[in-house]
């Protein structure tokens, strides 16, 4: 079957960084992405990796490694408003996205 | 209309009722999604459509049906509401199945089935 793994729930400080993990099981693989959720809102698209490697997009940046099938989020300078939940979606080799349950990221004065 | 809109935004329904929950999007995409998401569970695909006339049914399609006329439009149904369709539904597209470009979603339909 195919799986997405991530943490539940992880807390921070403002001001401080953090990562955030997912690791996948998928029926191949065209891409890995990111979204953000605030509670109550909609998904909003946050970085997509296809290659192994860093993306950096601001204080946001997305590491793949497709052998591990491995992916990371961090996040730095932490705000208050970055108080959200965090989805990892993996494409599979149908193009459906493979959802994880999502990260909610706690963030402490 | 700018982007993709939902309607309505919530609704209660009394079980065994006939629900459509509808979509619109203005972006000319290809691409069009239902799902629902549960506490804990993520976003699960109920039925998609690659393009205007065609449709796919996604994980968790039982109780729900779709139509694509034409490709601004992709309603769902719930013809004959259980409780357990108690949920956020979130209309999505993209510009073409596959498309690496990313995901654009509606604001959501909270809808309580009782």
């Known amino acids: 079957g195919q799986n997405i793994d991530q943490p539940t729930e992880m807390t921070a400080t403002e001001g401080a960084i953090v990562q955030i993990n997912c690791t996948y099981q998928t029926s191949g693989f065209n891409g890995l992405f990111w979204y953000q959720q605030h509670a109550g809102e909609a998904p909003t698209f946050l970085s997509y990796n296809v290659l192994d490697g860093l993306e950096e997009k601001g204080r946001f ?16 300078e932490l705000q208050m408003k970055d108080s959200a939940s965090y989805l990892c979606a993996v494409m599979d080799s149908n193009y459906q996205l493979i959802w994880g349950a999502g990260t909610k990221l706690i963030i402490k004065p | 209309i700018a982007g993709i809109t939902q309607a309505p935004t919530s609704q209660i329904l009394a079980a065994g009722r006939r629900m459509t929950l509808r979509c619109t999007q203005d972006m000319r995409h290809n691409a069009m999604y239902w799902y629902r998401q549960d506490l804990g569970l993520g976003l699960r695909l109920i039925h998609y459509s690659n393009t205007a006339g065609t449709t796919g049914k996604g994980e968790v399609p039982d ?52």
Do not use: I, W
């Not at chain 1, 997305?62 to 052998?67: A, G, I, Y």
């Not at chain 2, 539904?89 to 990313?102: N, V």
């Open chain 1, 61 to 76: 940046s997305s590491f793949l490694s497709r052998s591990k099938g491995y992916s990371y989020l961090l996040l730095k």
């Open chain 2, 63 to 114: 109780g729900y049906s779709v139509s694509r006329a034409n490709t601004d439009d992709f309603p769902l149904t719930l013809a004959s509401a259980v409780p357990s369709q108690t949920s956020v539904y979130f209309c999505a597209s993209m510009g073409t199945s596959g498309d690496t470009g990313e995901l654009f979603f509606g604001e959501g339909s909270r809808l309580t089935v009782l």
